[in-house]
């Protein structure tokens, strides 16, 4: 069940359902075991105790009955005590192995990112984190350890009273001369084997404590998953038929498969997405569709819902309304900016999401196609590919991601959801990664701030360099003021311009060579441009600077980086001349 249906997303995902349960992986490993150990045990010791109780009562029975009503009194009496004592010992243990948890957590936290924690220095504050937590598992451990001793102290007074009860019951009986001291004494005998039979659950009252705080914190681990798998809340398996859920907005969302074969892989009519926090939607009215072989970018600002619309496209969260027709997830592969890595050899890491048994390829196959992806020196340094590692620790951030690309030429599917999935490399890597894509010919939509990337993206069958017009963008840009997804408006189908890279460079060969770009499409002011004097003075500072040019020497066309630290295209100024008003910081 924790895997089913994503239900382990839902609970990280979903604030009510991860303030309900923490730490559902202790759960499943501590608890369970305990709760199953517990409970065999208790009931095999119960079930001893019945054969105790059923031999001795009779015995009761044959000296007095009165002694026997006696026993269940007194019994259910201390039993009530103390039983209201091991509720509340029992709530100190749940709240003990959750405190436990979440410090268990803060250092395996600080084992998975020992690296940056090093580069940082930050062992005080982590230090500070860690000891804040440690002090909650103190404090609650002094209160556990007082109720427990309170509870078997009162076990103890409880044993120690009941002794007694056969001699205040029968003595009245033994002096009057109807009980000899022999049924006296059988009589206590028997008292005590069926009083302590009784006491099965006060004596063993820290067990039961113990199995009462694991029965209760798996318990609402399993109700949190029933409700993060409810219907409402699940995305749809493989072969499920088009279900609708009721969303956040005034509509309802509808998912419904589409066939990559039909020409039609993507279509979204009217979609709203709302932010995971609630409050208004990020994305309202957007139409778009995508046939096979197309490719479309999607940037914007942080917080423009880029990865909100993701999570919706890849079916993981319900949109708050419209309509989404999108391939089963079996046709679907998403690579998000950090892929995972499973557990497991270095062939396991190429084939997932499949597995040897269900990706038939050889280990030859698995190397070309490392190489194919620039993984040559991970294929020489590994010669087997049945050997494990941790890899997540041992790739760098641009070995990760080529794994992903490498799962995706592997897996061939229909829809490709890249999530800034090559970021970490290079451009000329990123261009050969992208290029592989566009041979490969799914139908992509993919989120990125780069504009070299723009020349990947196209509406065309698998056309990797078609023309276009500079004004038309290939993509969507969430959250720009000229272009945000209001009533009516569709996603451009747009081309872009012919592998030319930013918009600057076309823009200045639209224009012509001889006249400089204008991205701004704004006339320069008559008298020059503004930053004209300050140009002047960057200039003199140079030639001041440098020292070895003289006058008629010709000066760099750019600035040096200890000058002019953040590039800033400005229109009027020569190709490939950064220029910074001196009256900003990033100049020295």
């Not at 038929?241 to 039609?264: C, I, V």
């Not at 279509?267 to 997405?273: E, G, I, N, R």
């Not at 997540?392 to 690309?405: N, P, Y």
Request: aromatic share 6%; hydrophobic share 40%.
């Amino acid at each position: 069940a924790y895997l089913s249906q994503q239900a382990y997303y839902r609970l990280q995902a979903d604030p009510n359902l991860r303030e309900r349960v923490d730490n559902p992986d202790q759960r499943l490993s501590d608890d369970v075991p305990l709760a199953v150990g517990g409970a065999s045990n208790l009931f095999f010791g119960f079930c001893a105790s019945l054969l105790s109780l059923g031999a001795y009562i009779l015995v009761l029975f044959h000296i007095s009955g009165l002694l026997v009503l006696s026993l269940a009194g007194a019994t259910l009496l201390g039993n009530g005590v103390i039983l209201r004592l091991v509720r509340r010992l029992g709530a100190l243990g749940v709240r003990q192995q959750a405190l436990e948890a979440d410090y268990r957590f803060a250092l395996v936290h600080v084992r998975s990112h020992a690296e940056s924690l090093a580069f940082l220095r930050g062992e005080a504050a982590v230090a500070q984190g860690l000891g804040r937590r440690f002090s909650a598992v103190l404090l609650n451990f002094e209160r556990l350890i007082r109720w427990r001793a309170l509870v078997e102290q009162s076990s103890g007074l409880y044993g120690f009273l009941m002794q007694f009860v056969p001699y205040l019951v029968l003595s009245t009986a033994y002096f009057s001369g109807r009980v000899s001291l022999g049924d006296l004494t059988v009589g206590s005998i028997a008292f005590g084997q069926v009083q302590s039979s009784l006491s099965f659950l006060i004596d063993r009252a820290e067990t039961v404590s113990g199995l009462f705080a694991s029965m209760r914190r798996i318990a609402d681990l399993e109700t949190a998953l029933g409700d993060g798998c409810s219907p409402g809340t699940s995305a749809p398996e493989p072969s499920a038929p088009p279900t609708a859920a009721s969303g956040a907005g005034t509509g309802a969302s509808a998912n419904h498969p589409a066939d990559p074969d039909a020409g039609e892989v993507l279509l979204l009519k009217d979609l709203a997405v709302a932010h995971p926090a609630g409050g208004r939607p990020l994305v309202e009215h957007l139409n778009l569709s995508l046939a096979k072989g197309e490719r479309l970018l999607i940037s914007g600002p942080s917080g423009a819902g880029k990865t909100s619309l993701l999570r919706v496209l890849a079916g993981l969260v319900s949109a708050a309304d419209g309509v989404v027709k999108a391939p089963n997830p079996a046709q679907r592969l998403v690579l998000p900016q950090t892929p995972f890595l499973p557990l497991g050899s270095l062939r396991d890491q190429l084939l997932f999401p499949g597995t040897p048994q269900t990706v038939p390829a050889t280990d030859a196959a698995l190397r070309q196609l490392m190489r194919q992806v620039g993984l040559d020196a991970l294929a020489e340094r590994h010669q087997e590919l049945a050997v494990e590692e941790d890899w997540a620790r041992v790739l760098s951030g641009g070995e990760q991601q080529r794994i992903g690309f490498a799962r995706l030429l592997l897996h061939r599917p229909a829809l490709v959801i890249l999530d800034e999935a090559s970021s970490a490399l290079d451009l000329d890597a990123e261009a050969d990664l992208h290029r592989l894509v566009v041979e490969a010919g799914p139908t992509v939509v993919s989120v990125g701030h780069r504009s070299s990337l723009r020349q990947f993206h196209q509406r065309g069958e698998g056309r990797a360099e078609p023309t276009q017009s500079k004004r038309d963008k290939p993509g969507v840009r969430l959250g720009d003021a000229r272009q945000t997804c209001r009533p009516g408006i569709r996603a451009p189908g747009v081309e872009p311009s012919p592998g030319q890279g930013p918009r600057e460079k076309q823009a200045h060969q639209d224009q012509g060579e001889g006249q400089p770009p204008d991205p701004g499409g704004q006339p320069e002011p008559a008298g020059g441009h503004p930053l004209a004097e300050d140009l002047a003075q960057v200039r003199s500072r140079i030639s001041a600077n440098i020292g070895t040019h003289g006058a008629s020497q010709e000066l760099p066309k750019r600035l040096p980086a200890h000058i002019v630290r953040d590039k800033v295209r400005q229109p009027g100024f020569p190709r490939g001349f950064g220029v910074v008003p001196l009256n900003t910081p990033q100049v020295v």
